[in-house]
T-cell receptor, first 115, second 116 residues
Framework: GAGVSQSPSNKVTEKGKDVELRCDPI?????LYWYRQRLGQGLEFLIY????????KSGLPSDRFSAERTGESVSTLTIQRTQQEDSAVYLC?????????????FGSGTRLTVV | AQKITQTQPGMFVQEKEAVTLDCTYD???????LFWYKQPSSGEMIFLIY??????QNATEGRYSLNFQKARKSANLVISASQLGDSAMYFC?????????????FGTGTLLAVQP
């Protein structure tokens, strides 16, 4: 597609429920990233996928968080047993190459509210 | 430790004036990249400008320029002739070469308000 697409744009869920967030990267972009942005704060790295390599999961805050990506296509970020501190905007980005200026393109994010 | 520091939580500037947003970084790597992103209230992240650590000249993109001082590890963003539409959150970020990850490390941001 023309840009990085994320769905849903907004999600309200009850504490303890599982949620699944989706990211559709730009076609041909081999790298995909998930970030979390809490209200009024900067972007916190969660996970990185590069082609068929093993993902870098070093930013996932707990084992309740997991993400999958099949090849160079769609990625899903799953949060199990959601807690109120999970409330944030979850941003996805994709990029074409692995140079230093690898032209991140961000999606519009999913705003997650846990009540 | 690799870190980006933005010490200005908020800034005001009069329309048509220039403003400098501060950014310092910490890394022991010799090869890295520095970015500035704009995030308006709509939430999207808009790429503004990029500076490579080996670039000798400061990057410029229209009204944006990056004041790169490598010895001081600073990468300040200068916006000339501010416009009302420049009001937004601005993030400085750093990319690092090496390893399996090319993630961007972000600062905490500076909220810029342009006053008429």
């Amino acid at each position: 597609g023309a840009g990085v697409s994320q769905s849903p744009s907004n999600k309200v869920t009850e504490k303890g429920k599982d949620v699944e967030l989706r990211c559709d990267p730009i076609s041909g972009h081999t790298a995909l990233y998930w970030y979390r942005q809490r209200l009024g704060q900067g972007l916190e790295f969660l996970i990185y996928f590069q082609g068929n390599s093993a993902p870098d999961k070093s930013g996932l805050p707990s084992d309740r968080f997991s993400a999958e990506r099949t090849g160079e296509s769609v990625s899903t970020l799953t949060i199990q047993r959601t807690q109120q501190e999970d409330s944030a905007v979850y941003l996805c980005a994709s990029s074409l190459n692995r140079g230093l200026n690898y032209g991140y393109t961000f999606g519009s994010g999913t705003r997650l509210t846990v009540v | 430790a690799q870190k980006i520091t933005q010490t200005q939580p908020g800034m005001f500037v009069q329309e048509k004036e220039a403003v400098t947003l501060d950014c310092t970084y910490d890394t022991s790597d010799q090869s890295y990249g520095l970015f500035w992103y704009k995030q308006p209230s709509s939430g999207e992240m808009i790429f503004l400008i990029y500076q490579g650590s080996y670039d000798e000249q400061n990057a410029t993109e229209g009204r944006y320029s990056l004041n790169f001082q490598k010895a001081r590890k600073s990468a300040n963003l200068v916006i000339s002739a501010s416009q009302l539409g420049d009001s937004a959150m601005y993030f400085c970020a750093m990319s690092l070469r090496g390893g399996a990850t090319n993630k961007l490390i972000f600062g905490t941001g500076t909220l810029l308000a342009v006053q008429p």
